[in-house]
């Protein structure tokens, strides 16, 4: 298996993506082939400073970075030897299993969708993030941030998406899925999540259990709770703002420690044929290395290719 890594986005790149795939090297053996797109000179300089050979991994050299403020569409037309760019085009060539980057996430969907397309019958290509719950298990939201607006069939097609991803990669049989709402009665909530539910609860591809509310996200009432991105993201985005919170209080818990987002690494671009991921732009060395291993597993699973099966019967 062929992992790629852009090594020239984040805010701490590319030490942490360098120490990153250092650390997820060490797991994987010989079973994965990591390899470094950025500045092959800087690459070589950086693991020769923690005592690595080049010859751990396979180095592809791409001068140019795109941005965090660039225009992401522009950017990929200006910079094609960009490490982002020369990602996505080993990916749609086949030469990459996965590819993982904490650069900018606009460029990342870009070249999701532009490049690599959405599945077809995928409306809207989404992201996802991690619950934990109280009981000890785990659970999904989405979207979390790329589609702020969205109408009742794209929020019906995330349940799909979000059944299929927590199936396949978590383990979850039968997942729950719930639609976030501001009551549990159908006819709740504005138009949009009225006529949602209603798609919703006349399906037969997933176990839609109707409507949540926001006390529920950490209980075990469902394993895939949908939303639009605007309210993934402010949910997302308050989960992050309590982590912090609790740390700067001193407060140290098995639970609430399940928040870091150094656990889980970065979130699949569900809908699109191949996998990307797209990681914190402050990730650390540890959440690159989580990020990678699970970009591993989402490639071992086949799961776009079991998403294709499930909107293409």
Known sequence: MNIGIDISGGDHAPQSQIKGAILAKAKFGNNVTLNLIGNETEIVELLSKENQSPSNFKIINAPDIIEMGEHPAKAFLKKPNSSIAMGFKLL?????????????TGAMLVGSVQILKAIPGVIRPCITS?????NGGLGLILDVGTNADCKPDVLYQFGLLGSLFAQNVYGIQHPKVGLMNIGEEPEKGNLIAQAAHALMQ???????IGNVEGRDILDDV?????CDGFTGNVILKEAEAFYTAIRKRGIKDEFFDRFNYEIYGGTPILGINSTVMIGHGMSSPLAVCNMLLLSAEIAKSNLSQKIKNAFNP
Do not use: R, T, W
């Open 92 to 104: 749609k060539e086949n030469q990459l299993d996965a590819f993982s980057s904490c650069g900018n």
């Open 130 to 134: 991690v619950m934990p719950k109280l």
């Open 202 to 208: 006349d399906n037969n591809e997933y176990n839609f």
């Open 222 to 226: 469902a394993d895939v709770i949908v």
